[in-house]
C-alpha cells in the first residue's frame, strides 16, 4: 500500500476509544483519580501507542490497566494487520502463546485443590510413556538421578527444552519430531518422552514444553479435552467468552494478523502463513502456547488471580493456593543456571520462577518499574500482563509481531507507574 493512502487509514484508526469497561460485565470502570491515579499522566499510555503505530513499527496495540479492581485505562491504536485496515479494539482476538501458560497453571491447581496429585509425584505416575526416560550426558544415554515431578513442569525444571537452538542432540531432536503438528496431546506426549531429557530434572531452570506436558496431565486427572476442562473450570465460571484453542468460524474476523519485523526494509511483514497454525479446527490443545483471547477477557483472568482466585461471584481457586503458587520457586543455585525467556535473561533480572509465571524477587535490580511479588508473563507475539499484587495494578498489551524489537513492555510499566498520585504501600 502506498503510503500516500496509508496515512488517512492510520489517521482514522489512531482515534482513541476510551475507556469503556463499564458495559464489561465483571469489569467496573471508575476515573482514576478515584483509585490515586493522575488521568492526565495517564493519558501517557494513549500517545504512547499511538507513536509506535504511528511510527509503523505494530500494525495495532490494544491497552488496558486496572487498579484495585477497577479498569483506569482501556485504549487501543492501529488496525489489525497491514493486510486489513479494520481498527483494533477491545474485542479484537489476538493469538496470545506463551500467555497460556498461567491459564495452564491454573487448571492444574484447581486440580491440585481437588487433591489429584502433589507436587512432589513424577509426571510418570500421570503420563507412564516417561517412565524409565533417559538423560543424554555427553554423548551417552543415562538414568537421571530422579523422574521429573509434577513441580518441575510449572517451574521449567523438569530437564525439558523447546528446539529452539542447534547446538544440542536433544534440541535437534525435537524440532526433528515436529513436536507442534502433532494430532493431538497423546501424540505430542509420546514424541517427548521418546527424546532424552536436556538435564537432570531439577537442577536448572531451561524454558520448554514443560507446560505443554502439564496440559497433558490435566486431560488425564480430569478425563477431558483441555479445552473442555478450561472453558467449563475457567473460561465460562470467569466470562471469558472470547478465549479459546480453536476460533469458531462465525469469529474469525475479529482474529488480528501475524506479523514479523522486516529489519532489512524497516518496515512490517506479515508473518508467512506456513509459519502460521491455523486458528481453526485446532486438535492440539497446546497449554504452553495455544490459546487466542482478548484483553478483556484476560483482563478477567488477570484480576481473578489479583483477587486471590475469586471473580465477580465466581472462585476458581482458594486465596491460600494462589498465594503458594505466587511464591518464588527456585533455589539460588537452579535459578543461576537458567536458560531461556526468564528467569535468567539478561533483560529481566530480578526475576524469578513462581508456579507458572514469572515472579519479582529483586525489584530494585529489575529493568522497569516493578514491586516486589509482582507476576507476569508475555507470549512470542509480543503480548504481555503483569500483576502487581502491592499496587493493585494489572497492565495488558496487546500486539501481534512475533521477535519484536520494541520495548514496548516495558514502556507500558513506565507509563502506568508514573501516572499513580499514591501508593498502596502507603
Same mark, same amino acid.
Given at each position: 500500500?502506498?503510503?500516500?493512502?496509508?496515512?488517512?487509514?492510520?489517521?482514522?484508526?489512531?482515534?482513541?476509544?476510551?475507556?469503556?469497561?463499564?458495559?464489561?460485565?465483571?469489569?467496573? $470502570?471508575?476515573?482514576?483519580?478515584?483509585?490515586?491515579?493522575?488521568?492526565?499522566?495517564?493519558?501517557?499510555? $494513549?500517545?504512547?501507542?499511538?507513536?509506535?503505530?504511528?511510527?509503523?513499527?505494530?500494525?495495532?496495540?490494544?491497552? *488496558?490497566?486496572?487498579?484495585?479492581?477497577?479498569?483506569?485505562?482501556?485504549?487501543?491504536?492501529?488496525?489489525?494487520?497491514?493486510?486489513?485496515? =479494520?481498527?483494533?479494539?477491545?474485542?479484537?482476538? #489476538?493469538?496470545?502463546?506463551?500467555?497460556?501458560?498461567?491459564?495452564?497453571?491454573?487448571?492444574?491447581?484447581?486440580?491440585?485443590?481437588?487433591?489429584?496429585?502433589? *507436587?512432589?509425584?513424577?509426571?510418570?505416575?500421570?503420563?507412564?510413556?516417561?517412565?524409565?526416560?533417559?538423560?543424554?550426558?555427553?554423548?551417552?544415554?543415562?538414568?537421571?538421578?530422579?523422574?521429573?515431578?509434577?513441580?518441575?513442569? #510449572?517451574?521449567? =525444571?523438569?530437564?525439558?527444552?523447546?528446539? !529452539?537452538? =542447534?547446538?544440542?542432540?536433544?534440541?535437534?531432536?525435537?524440532?526433528?519430531?515436529?513436536?507442534?503438528? $502433532?494430532?493431538?496431546?497423546?501424540?505430542?506426549?509420546?514424541?517427548?518422552?521418546?527424546?532424552?531429557?536436556?538435564?537432570?530434572?531439577?537442577?536448572?531452570?531451561?524454558?520448554?514444553?514443560?507446560?505443554?506436558?502439564?496440559?497433558?496431565?490435566?486431560?488425564?486427572?480430569?478425563?477431558?479435552?483441555?479445552?473442555?476442562? +478450561?472453558?467449563?473450570?475457567?473460561?465460562?465460571?470467569?466470562? *471469558?467468552?472470547?478465549?479459546?484453542?480453536?476460533?469458531?468460524?462465525?469469529?474469525?474476523?475479529?482474529?488480528?494478523?501475524?506479523?514479523? !519485523?522486516?529489519?532489512?526494509?524497516?518496515?512490517?511483514?506479515?508473518?508467512?502463513?506456513?509459519?502460521?497454525?491455523?486458528? $481453526?479446527?485446532?486438535?492440539?490443545?497446546?497449554?504452553?502456547?495455544?490459546?487466542?483471547?482478548?484483553?478483556?477477557?484476560?483482563?478477567?483472568?488477570?484480576? *481473578?488471580?489479583?483477587?486471590?482466585?475469586? +471473580?465477580?461471584?465466581?472462585?476458581?481457586?482458594?486465596?491460600?493456593?494462589?498465594?503458594?503458587?505466587?511464591?518464588?520457586?527456585?533455589?539460588?543455585?537452579?535459578?543461576?543456571?537458567?536458560?531461556?525467556?526468564?528467569?535468567?535473561?539478561?533483560?529481566?533480572?530480578?526475576?524469578?520462577?513462581?508456579?507458572?509465571?514469572?515472579?519479582?524477587?529483586?525489584?530494585?535490580?529489575?529493568?522497569?518499574?516493578?514491586?516486589?511479588?509482582?507476576?507476569? !508473563?508475555?507470549?512470542?507475539?509480543? =503480548?504481555?500482563?503483569?500483576?502487581?499484587?502491592?499496587?493493585?495494578?494489572?497492565?495488558?498489551?496487546?500486539?501481534?509481531?512475533?521477535?519484536?524489537? !520494541?520495548?514496548?513492555?516495558?514502556?507500558?510499566?513506565?507509563?502506568?507507574?508514573?501516572?499513580?498520585?499514591?501508593?498502596?504501600?502507603?
Amino acid at each position: 500500500m502506498k503510503s500516500s493512502t496509508l496515512l488517512p487509514i492510520l489517521l482514522l484508526a489512531l482515534a482513541p476509544i476510551g475507556v469503556a469497561a463499564d458495559r464489561i460485565p465483571g469489569l467496573a $470502570s471508575v476515573k482514576p483519580e478515584r483509585v490515586g491515579v493522575s488521568a492526565q499522566r495517564l493519558a501517557r499510555i $494513549s500517545e504512547l501507542i499511538r507513536d509506535y503505530v504511528g511510527a509503523g513499527k505494530y500494525a495495532g496495540v490494544v491497552t *488496558m490497566v486496572s487498579r484495585n479492581g477497577r479498569v483506569i485505562h482501556l485504549d487501543a491504536a492501529g488496525r489489525y494487520g497491514v493486510d486489513n485496515d =479494520t481498527p483494533v479494539s477491545a474485542d479484537t482476538l #489476538f493469538r496470545i502463546f506463551s500467555m497460556t501458560k498461567p491459564v495452564t497453571a491454573v487448571a492444574a491447581m484447581i486440580l491440585y485443590e481437588r487433591g489429584e496429585f502433589q *507436587m512432589h509425584d513424577p509426571v510418570s505416575r500421570y503420563l507412564p510413556e516417561f517412565r524409565g526416560q533417559k538423560l543424554l550426558n555427553g554423548d551417552e544415554l543415562v538414568a537421571p538421578a530422579s523422574e521429573m515431578t509434577m513441580r518441575q513442569l #510449572f517451574t521449567h =525444571t523438569a530437564g525439558l527444552t523447546y528446539g !529452539w537452538t =542447534t547446538d544440542n542432540p536433544v534440541d535437534l531432536a525435537y524440532r526433528d519430531a515436529k513436536l507442534f503438528a $502433532s494430532r493431538d496431546l497423546d501424540e505430542f506426549v509420546a514424541k517427548v518422552a521418546a527424546i532424552p531429557l536436556r538435564f537432570e530434572p531439577g537442577t536448572r531452570y531451561h524454558y520448554s514444553v514443560a507446560t505443554d506436558i502439564l496440559g497433558a496431565v490435566v486431560e488425564k486427572l480430569s478425563g477431558q479435552t483441555l479445552d473442555v476442562f +478450561f472453558e467449563q473450570q475457567i473460561f465460562e465460571p470467569l466470562g *471469558m467468552a472470547d478465549t479459546f484453542f480453536s476460533v469458531p468460524p462465525e469469529k474469525l474476523h475479529r482474529l488480528a494478523s501475524m506479523h514479523t !519485523w522486516d529489519a532489512e526494509n524497516g518496515q512490517l511483514a506479515l508473518m508467512p502463513a506456513e509459519h502460521t497454525a491455523d486458528a $481453526s479446527a485446532v486438535t492440539l490443545f497446546s497449554g504452553g502456547g495455544g490459546l487466542v483471547s482478548t484483553i478483556t477477557d484476560y483482563m478477567r483472568f488477570c484480576e *481473578m488471580l489479583r483477587n486471590g482466585g475469586g +471473580f465477580n461471584g465466581a472462585r476458581l481457586l482458594g486465596p491460600k493456593t494462589v498465594q503458594f503458587m505466587s511464591s518464588d520457586q527456585l533455589t539460588p543455585e537452579v535459578r543461576a543456571e537458567g536458560v531461556g525467556e526468564y528467569p535468567n535473561d539478561d533483560l529481566y533480572p530480578g526475576q524469578s520462577m513462581a508456579l507458572g509465571f514469572g515472579v519479582i524477587t529483586n525489584p530494585a535490580i529489575a529493568p522497569s518499574i516493578s514491586s516486589r511479588g509482582e507476576l507476569s !508473563w508475555g507470549g512470542a507475539a509480543g =503480548t504481555k500482563f503483569w500483576i502487581d499484587p502491592e499496587e493493585g495494578i494489572v497492565g495488558i498489551a496487546m500486539v501481534q509481531l512475533v521477535g519484536s524489537p !520494541w520495548p514496548l513492555r516495558f514502556d507500558l510499566k513506565v507509563a502506568t507507574y508514573q501516572a499513580l498520585d499514591e501508593l498502596n504501600s502507603h
